[in-house]
């Protein structure tokens, strides 16, 4: 029995998104054509691709003025982040966020400027927290 499509994307799926965000909406031929820039891609495995994130709600599809068609992002950046988040958060953190902060502080993948930046929104959070 197949297992039922996730509603998150694949990182295929990631590819052609940061491609519909970064242009605001692209043909099948461009989303092509930008993806070619990092490894060859078949035009036939895109549109698939495509077909299969329109079915999932993650793009919308509309007629342009020829033939093509014009394909945009019905999900957001932050939209997708904050699924994927959570379902790593839930999945390797036991959902525990405290655990994954505390795992990018240990491994030192953090610059000094991002642990800087971290600390501010840290400081914002717990300084809204103390108004409520």
Do not use: Y
């Not at 605001?24 to 078949?42: D, F, H, I, M, Q």
């Not at 919308?60 to 939209?79: E, F, I, N």
């Not at 990018?104 to 600390?119: F, H, I, T, Y």
């Amino acid at each position: 029995m197949a297992r039922p499509a996730s509603q998150h994307p694949t990182d295929g799926e990631l590819e052609i998104l940061r491609v519909l965000w970064d242009r605001n909406g692209a043909s099948l031929g461009e989303v092509c054509e930008v993806l070619r820039r990092e490894r060859p891609v078949a035009t036939t495995t895109v549109a698939t691709m495509l077909k299969v994130m329109l079915e999932k709600g993650l793009v919308r599809r509309k007629q342009s003025g020829g033939r093509g068609l014009q394909w945009s992002a019905v999900v957001t950046h932050a939209a997708a982040a904050k699924s994927m988040v959570g379902k790593l958060v839930d999945g390797i953190f036991d959902g525990s966020a405290q655990q994954l902060a505390a795992h990018l502080v240990e491994r030192g993948k953090l610059s000094d400027s991002e642990l800087a930046e971290l600390r501010k929104l840290i400081d914002s959070q717990r300084s809204k927290s103390n108004k409520s």
